[in-house]
């Protein structure tokens, strides 16, 4: 089914106004054409034409005159319609967050916005009154409003004045320009097609300062790293030089060229095979708590370094910073301080002329092994030896030939002894100790009599004595069980008490205490 068309309308007045001048001009011609064909046509039927004249010129009257009204009305919508557009353009202008300028052939500035007077204030009459931009650019120098251009005003000229030119004819990068009040200005300038050129600046102050704090910054960074005693290097995430100082140069004996792209490995001796990627050591397992490594500088000398790694992680950057330490210095004084005090230990228990014990490390190893007694239950025994007539050796060979043979008993007394738990130490004079853990009486026994045995072995001269012409000993035993109500002291109050027993009973003899009463010689 059609959809029936819609009843014609009668043209009106304002439907012509939108058909426009030109169609109503040519209906008004028409009209005029049509006239002139009717009066040719009455002219040749002999009828009289001047009626049909006089209402023609009224219709063509009336015609043009529709044609003047609505050429009229056009023209007022026409400027309505470009007032409207130039202030929609005025006020985005205007809303710019860049001033803006206009120039015109003749380099004449013939527009501005407020943004160029709020940059600019006391340039505003020159700007109304449409100055050159040379003009203008002449006016801000003379002022100081260019503070790269002092002292050299006119070179600096004649370089702006070309990059202004040059951007009539090619595109080019926006200049970068400080001016008063210590602001900085982006600008843009490109030609028009007429032969002008419009300019913007953009305050761009706040960036640059930025930029600067942050190159400032940047620039105190390096300084420091560059003259820290450290080692400073970077790492990417699998472990590989990035950068390095000079210190850390010094440290391994490398150029920066030599180690970058290396493994921290290689600097660290640890040398994984090349094809063992997974297994090599990454910067995350370094991060945190320090670390000590042994490597070596390139000349082969041996180091102890400490690593401290810190992630350095944003939106565009994942690096490792390491710090590296030099601790060789730090750590063969903690080894030669060691060795001091386990030398100063030693000799202030040591007894300076035998090498054995001394009196003040027997009663402190008393003291330990009777207390380990108590706690364990296990018998501790103590042998009291006496070299015989020493005093009648020393009286015969002399003093320097005395302390020799105190040297070789007690180098005798602790190769009897046996084990590394049994200490000998020199009591005093011609007196040692030697004090056997976890011995009852009968080893304690074996232990004596392997003394004597020794001794008589090793049939060392003594002219002097009444008893034999060799060296002998006297030795007291005693053995305890350690207990914390009672003092050690009882222990050797005993094998003292045993060892004058075997002196009185002839010496040359090992005695057991006299709760045991045994002898031997």
Same mark, same amino acid.
């Given at each position: 089914m059609?959809t029936?068309?819609p009843p014609?309308? !009668?043209?009106t007045l304002?439907?012509?106004?939108?058909?426009?001048?030109?169609?109503v001009?040519?209906?008004a011609?028409?009209?005029?054409l049509a006239?002139?064909?009717l009066?040719?046509?009455?002219?040749v039927?002999?009828q009289?034409?001047?009626?049909?004249?006089?209402s023609?010129s009224?219709v063509?009257?009336?015609l043009?005159g529709v044609?003047?009204f609505?050429t009229?009305?056009?023209?007022?919508?026409?400027r309505e319609?470009s007032?409207?557009?130039q202030?929609?353009?005025?006020?985005?202008?205007?809303?710019?967050?860049a001033s %803006?300028e206009?120039f015109?052939?003749?380099?004449?500035? %013939?527009a501005f916005?407020q943004r160029?007077?709020?940059?600019?204030p006391?340039?505003?009459?020159?700007f109304?009154?449409?100055?050159s931009?040379?003009e203008?650019?002449?006016?801000?120098?003379a002022?100081?409003?260019?503070?790269?251009?002092v002292?050299?005003?006119?070179?600096?000229l004649?370089?702006?004045?070309?990059?202004h030119?040059?951007?009539?004819t090619?595109?080019k990068?926006? +200049?970068?320009?400080r001016?008063?009040?210590?602001?900085?200005l982006?600008?843009?300038e490109?030609?028009?097609p007429?032969?002008?050129?419009?300019?913007?600046?953009l305050?761009?102050?706040?960036?640059v300062?930025?930029?600067?704090?942050?190159a400032?910054s940047?620039a105190h960074l390096q300084?420091?790293i560059?003259?820290a005693?450290?080692?400073?290097?970077t790492l990417d995430?699998?472990?590989h030089?990035l950068? +390095?100082?000079?210190?850390c140069?010094?440290l391994?004996g490398?150029?920066m060229a030599? $180690?970058?792209?290396?493994h921290?490995?290689l600097?660290?001796?640890?040398?994984?095979?090349?094809?063992s990627e997974?297994?090599?050591?990454?910067?995350?397992?370094? %991060?945190?708590?320090p670390?000590e490594f042994?490597a !070596?500088?390139r000349?082969?000398?041996?180091?102890t370094?400490?690593?401290?790694v810190?992630e350095v992680?944003t939106?565009?950057?994942?690096l490792f910073v390491c710090?590296i330490t030099?601790?060789?210095?730090?750590k063969?004084q903690e080894?030669? #301080?060691r060795?001091a005090?386990e030398l100063?230990a030693?000799?202030?228990t040591t007894d300076? #002329?035998?090498?054995v014990?001394?009196r003040?490390?027997f009663?402190?190893s008393l003291q330990?092994e009777?207390?380990?007694s108590?706690?364990?239950a296990k018998p +501790?025994?103590?042998?009291?030896?006496?070299?015989?007539?020493f005093?009648q050796?020393?009286?015969?060979?002399?003093?320097?030939a005395?302390d020799d043979? +105190? !040297?070789?008993v007690?180098?005798?007394l602790r190769?009897c002894a046996?084990?590394?738990g049994?200490?000998?130490c020199?009591?005093?004079?011609e007196?040692?100790? $030697?004090l056997l853990?976890?011995?009852d009486?009968?080893?304690a026994?074996?232990?004596a009599?392997r003394?004597?045995?020794?001794?008589?072995?090793?049939?060392?001269?003594?002219?002097a004595?009444?008893?034999?012409?060799?060296?002998?000993l006297s030795?007291?035993?005693?053995?305890r069980?350690?207990?914390?109500a009672l003092?050690?002291?009882g222990l050797?109050?005993?094998?003292?008490?045993a060892l004058y027993q075997?002196?009185?009973?002839?010496?040359a003899r090992?005695v057991?205490s006299?709760?045991e009463?045994?002898?031997n010689?």
């Amino acid at each position: 089914m059609k959809t029936p068309a819609p009843p014609q309308q !009668r043209p009106t007045l304002f439907a012509l106004t939108r058909c426009g001048p030109p169609v109503v001009f040519a209906l008004a011609l028409a009209a005029q054409l049509a006239g002139l064909a009717l009066l040719l046509n009455l002219q040749v039927a002999g009828q009289p034409f001047w009626p049909w004249l006089l209402s023609l010129s009224a219709v063509g009257l009336v015609l043009t005159g529709v044609a003047g009204f609505i050429t009229l009305v056009s023209v007022n919508r026409s400027r309505e319609q470009s007032a409207r557009t130039q202030s929609l353009l005025d006020e985005a202008i205007e809303a710019l967050p860049a001033s %803006v300028e206009i120039f015109d052939a003749d380099d004449r500035i %013939v527009a501005f916005n407020q943004r160029l007077v709020d940059i600019y204030p006391h340039m505003l009459p020159h700007f109304e009154r449409h100055a050159s931009f040379e003009e203008l650019v002449r006016l801000s120098l003379a002022g100081g409003g260019v503070p790269d251009a002092v002292g050299r005003e006119e070179e600096w000229l004649a370089g702006r004045l070309a990059t202004h030119r040059a951007e009539r004819t090619r595109h080019k990068e926006p +200049l970068l320009q400080r001016v008063h009040d210590d602001r900085w200005l982006r600008i843009y300038e490109r030609p028009t097609p007429s032969g002008g050129v419009i300019g913007v600046r953009l305050d761009v102050t706040d960036m640059v300062r930025e930029q600067q704090r942050l190159a400032a910054s940047q620039a105190h960074l390096q300084a420091l790293i560059r003259a820290a005693q450290n080692g400073v290097l970077t790492l990417d995430t699998q472990g590989h030089v990035l950068e +390095l100082n000079p210190a850390c140069e010094a440290l391994f004996g490398f150029s920066m060229a030599e $180690l970058q792209g290396s493994h921290i490995e290689l600097l660290l001796g640890l040398g994984h095979a090349a094809n063992s990627e997974e297994q090599r050591l990454v910067p995350t397992a370094l %991060v945190g708590t320090p670390r000590e490594f042994n490597a !070596r500088h390139r000349s082969g000398q041996s180091m102890t370094l400490q690593l401290n790694v810190a992630e350095v992680k944003t939106e565009t950057t994942h690096l490792f910073v390491c710090i590296i330490t030099d601790m060789t210095e730090r750590k063969q004084q903690e080894t030669r #301080l060691r060795q001091a005090n386990e030398l100063l230990a030693r000799q202030s228990t040591t007894d300076g #002329l035998t090498g054995v014990g001394n009196r003040r490390l027997f009663d402190h190893s008393l003291q330990l092994e009777w207390q380990r007694s108590a706690r364990s239950a296990k018998p +501790l025994a103590l042998l009291m030896v006496d070299i015989d007539h020493f005093k009648q050796y020393n009286d015969h060979y002399g003093h320097v030939a005395g302390d020799d043979c +105190l !040297r070789r008993v007690a180098q005798l007394l602790r190769q009897c002894a046996g084990r590394s738990g049994e200490t000998v130490c020199r009591y005093g004079g011609e007196e040692f100790t $030697l004090l056997l853990v976890d011995t009852d009486l009968a080893g304690a026994q074996v232990v004596a009599q392997r003394c004597m045995d020794a001794m008589q072995a090793a049939a060392l001269e003594h002219a002097a004595s009444p008893l034999t012409t060799c060296l002998s000993l006297s030795i007291g035993l005693a053995a305890r069980v350690g207990k914390t109500a009672l003092s050690s002291v009882g222990l050797v109050q005993a094998a003292d008490a045993a060892l004058y027993q075997a002196k009185q009973a002839g010496r040359a003899r090992w005695v057991l205490s006299h709760n045991e009463g045994q002898a031997n010689d």
